[in-house]
């Protein structure tokens, strides 16, 4: 989800690039009252500006001063500012479709709950330097549409605690225990990256025929990797060491490591840095019980949903972008 599951105990970072995961993160964890000492400030910019609509869902605005928001409490520099832009406005998106969604079910957040959360964001946004009450008040900004936009991962979690049931934790547990328990992989892997960054199909082929060669006995994986990787394990023989479900290799490496079995090169797998072929050469069983998993298996299960909502969302939702920057 583009903001994040939380409870005042608990953060669990989540979601694709554009969701506000570092600002759930810091802004749930900071002490009251704390602050970098540097000298908050608010941006000169003419309400008129911010006041601009740039995008529209089912008829309700979103303006370029929620825009700002976002960019400033997602830490995003001014000078970052114009490539995050269609980011930020999907993400906004998303929000207006799942604000939808919650409205109907009449989720309610606690009073206490929220007070907290706006203090901490009026605290996060001096760590950045700016003074969140003056800076609003500056851009014409509506208290009620910025501490809307705020509370929704609250309200998200509100709405989660009362869908996902203990059988549905057991049932996503007993389904792939592996993610689940602890269990950690050791694999080799051979590496050729995208030329200058970029997907294309000659490495595709590339790729494709040495893991046909491979299949085929015609080489082994070993002298595979020793003539072909472009990664920094290949004077290891392609060893990448042990590793979790997340953390040290991407995503899509890792989760498709998880299917295979000991000894078995899988197919090609695609990731930002280029195509992998990956051998998992040891496993070591892991020892966490569904309770120890509880909370991880429940934000999964609450980000399923929330893709689920924004999903069906934006295939029924009239929705309109309005991409003009406005010029001060």
Not at 27 to 42: E, F, I, M, Y
Not at 87 to 116: M, P, Q, W, Y
Not at 148 to 167: E, F, G, H, N, R
Request: aromatic share 8%.
């Amino acid at each position: 989800m583009p903001y994040c599951s939380i409870s005042s105990s608990r953060m669990s970072p989540r979601m694709r690039t554009s969701f506000w995961l570092l600002l759930c993160a810091l802004a749930s964890t900071l002490p009251l009252g704390w602050a970098h000492a540097r000298q908050a400030k608010v941006i000169e910019s003419p309400a008129a500006s911010q006041a601009v609509v740039v995008a529209r869902v089912n008829g309700r605005p979103i303006t370029e001063a929620q825009v700002e928001f976002l960019r400033i409490s997602r830490g995003i520099t001014e000078a970052d500012a114009s490539g995050s832009r269609a980011s930020l406005i999907e993400t906004l998106i998303d929000s207006e479709l799942i604000r939808e969604f919650l409205s109907k079910k009449r989720v309610v957040v606690a009073e206490a709950d929220l007070a907290n959360r706006k203090a901490r964001f009026i605290d996060q946004w001096k760590t950045f330097g700016y003074d969140l009450p003056e800076q609003v008040k500056a851009w014409g900004l509506p208290e009620a549409v910025w501490v809307a936009d705020i509370s929704l991962p609250l309200q998200w979690y509100v709405y989660s605690k009362t869908q996902i049931t203990d059988a549905a934790i057991q049932a996503e547990y007993t389904r792939d225990p592996k993610r689940w328990n602890g269990t950690r992989l050791r694999a080799r892997q051979l590496v050729i990256r995208w030329p200058n960054g970029k997907p294309d199909a000659a490495t595709r082929e590339k790729i494709a025929g040495i893991a046909q060669r491979v299949a085929a006995g015609e080489v082994t994986f070993a002298d595979a990797i020793a003539q072909h990787s472009a990664s920094p394990s290949a004077t290891k023989g392609g060893d990448v060491g042990w590793f979790g479900w997340r953390g040290r290799l991407p995503a899509a490496v890792s989760t498709a490591a998880y299917a295979q079995k000991v000894g078995e090169v899988g197919p090609p797998i695609e990731s930002p840095v280029g195509i992998h072929l990956i051998e998992v050469t040891e496993v070591r069983p892991g020892e966490l019980s569904v309770e120890d998993a509880r909370p991880e298996i429940f934000d999964e299960l609450s980000q399923r949903m929330w893709n689920d909502v924004v999903t069906t969302g934006r295939n029924t939702a009239r929705i309109e972008r309005l991409n003009e920057r406005p010029h001060p």
